[in-house]
């Protein structure tokens, strides 16, 4: 079946330490993207990519990075900067602009 | 700037009762307009995807409905089950030039609760 696979579903991080959100997709899309869901919020957009080893910077970027070195993945970075990263972390895809989006079942981060 | 608004944010009703969730979007250059289902603590599952040269797609026991002009766009959920319960969000992918085109709109979410 193809979908989107996110890995891990739950991450813990210690204060000032990098962590890596793992997204990948069999669906042959081209574009992928990075949210944000906090508790009582809707979806931000931290990341986006249309194509391989391009990116563009959402509403909410600064304290993360991705790579887009392979059209099935596209990790999510969340580093130090980041000051508060604890939330709910769910990739996406889509193959056009007439597409819908497919979303992957999410990782859960928290700070420790 | 397009906004995506769905009212109301928590809705309760008996189970059996058909009920209409609402979206509206301020901008009627859109791409397509898709419902979504999430259910705590897990991802966000397609329920309807509606192309702006269409009306309504259906699925099931789910029909949705759109209406550029206005602005709106409808989930219609006919004999509501218990397992219906969950967060219903809305998206719009709105026209435009660039990397604009790549990005969706999300409304804030109708958290629907069907009693048994």
């Known amino acids: 079946d193809g979908g989107i696979t996110q890995s891990p579903k739950y991450l813990f991080r210690k204060e000032g330490q990098n962590v890596t959100l793992s997204c990948e997709q069999n669906?042959?899309?081209?574009?992928m993207y990075w949210y944000r869901q906090d508790p009582g919020q809707g979806l931000r957009l931290i990341y986006y990519s249309q194509i391989v080893n391009d990116f563009q910077k959402g509403d909410i970027a600064e304290g993360y990075s991705v790579s887009r070195e392979k059209k099935e993945s596209f990790p999510l970075t969340v580093t130090s900067a980041q000051k508060n990263p604890t939330a709910f972390y769910l990739c996406?895809?889509?193959?056009?602009?007439?597409?819908?989006?497919?979303f992957g079942s999410g990782t859960r981060l928290t700070v420790v | 700037k397009q906004e995506v608004t769905q009212i109301p944010a928590a809705l309760s009703v008996p189970e059996g009762e058909n009920l209409v969730l609402n979206c509206s979007f301020t901008?009627?250059?859109?791409?397509?307009l898709q419902w979504f289902r999430q259910d705590p603590g897990k991802g966000l599952t397609s329920l309807l995807l509606i192309q702006s040269s269409q009306r309504e797609q259906t699925s099931g026991r789910l029909n949705a409905s759109l209406d550029k002009s206005s602005g709106r766009s409808t989930l219609y959920i006919a004999a509501s089950q218990p397992g219906d319960s969950a967060t219903y969000l809305c998206?719009?992918?709105?026209?435009?030039?660039?990397?604009?085109?790549?990005?969706?709109?999300f409304g804030s979410g109708t958290r629907l609760s069907i009693r048994p």
């Open positions: 998206a719009v992918r709105r026209r435009g030039g660039g990397s604009s085109a790549s990005k969706i709109i």
């Open positions: 996406a895809s889509s193959s056009g602009t007439g597409d819908g989006y497919t």
């Open positions: 669906l042959n899309h081209d574009a």
């Open positions: 901008d009627s250059a859109i791409y397509n």
